[in-house]
């Protein structure tokens, strides 16, 4: 089957630890997303990558970072720099990074104990 | 900065009526707006997209409708179903950005009653 995986689905991070969403995409699209959703709030953009072995920051890239070694893949670490993580966190891709619905995988809800 | 709004948050119509949610944006500049599907605790599913130049796109029992010098569209279910329960929420890309540049709304959540 095509499409797109998030693991875990419930991840627990401990004060000062560091902690990585898994993303993965079998649609050979070129563009990864990665966002943020919070209650009472719109998706809010973490970063994105046009292409393999390039990343760009989005609006709330303070607290995160991203690798994008392999087309498939597009891993999110959670520092400990971010203090408020707990949400749900939302994978997607897109054929091309324009112009191009993006699909969404079925996302990762962090907390912090 | 643009902004995306949907009114009302939340709504509640009997099953089998058609009916309408509603989002506007601040900026007309925009390369196109989509359509999102979300169960609790799921991803989002794209349901329509519509470019800047177009003014409505259909799919099955669903009709989007985009008015840009407004800054609004309208997402019409017609013969509403109880599995049309789930939040719908609509995004905005930003002119020229393409799909790295999408502003979301807060969504509507949907209830379909029996």
């Known amino acids: 089957d095509g499409g797109i995986t998030q693991s875990p689905k419930y991840l627990f991070r401990k004060e000062g630890q560091n902690v990585t969403l898994s993303c993965e995409q079998n649609l050979n699209h070129d563009a990864m997303y990665w966002y943020r959703q919070d209650p009472g709030q719109g998706l809010r953009l973490i970063y994105y990558s046009q292409i393999v072995n390039d990343f760009q920051k989005g609006d709330i890239a303070e607290g995160y970072s991203v690798s994008r070694e392999k087309k498939e893949s597009f891993p999110l670490t959670v520092t400990s720099a971010q203090k408020n993580p707990t949400a749900f966190y939302l994978c997607a891709s897109s054929l091309r990074a324009d112009q191009e619905t993006q699909y969404f995988g079925p996302g990762t809800r962090l907390l912090v104990l | 900065k643009q902004e995306v709004t949907q009114i009302p948050a939340a709504l509640s119509v009997p099953e089998g009526e058609n009916l309408v949610l509603n989002c506007s944006f601040t900026d007309s500049a925009i390369y196109n707006l989509q359509w999102f599907r979300q169960d609790p605790g799921k991803g989002l599913t794209s349901l329509l997209l519509?470019?800047?130049?177009?003014r409505e796109q259909t799919s099955g029992r669903l009709n989007a409708s985009l008015d840009k010098s407004s800054g609004r569209s309208t997402l019409y279910i017609a013969a509403s179903q109880p599995g049309d329960s789930a939040t719908y929420l609509c995004?905005?890309?930003?002119?020229?950005?393409?799909?790295?540049?999408?502003?979301f709304g807060t969504g509507t959540r949907l209830t379909i009653i029996p």
């Open positions: 519509i470019q800047s130049s177009q």
């Open positions: 995004a905005v890309s930003r002119s020229n950005f393409g799909n790295e540049k999408l502003t």
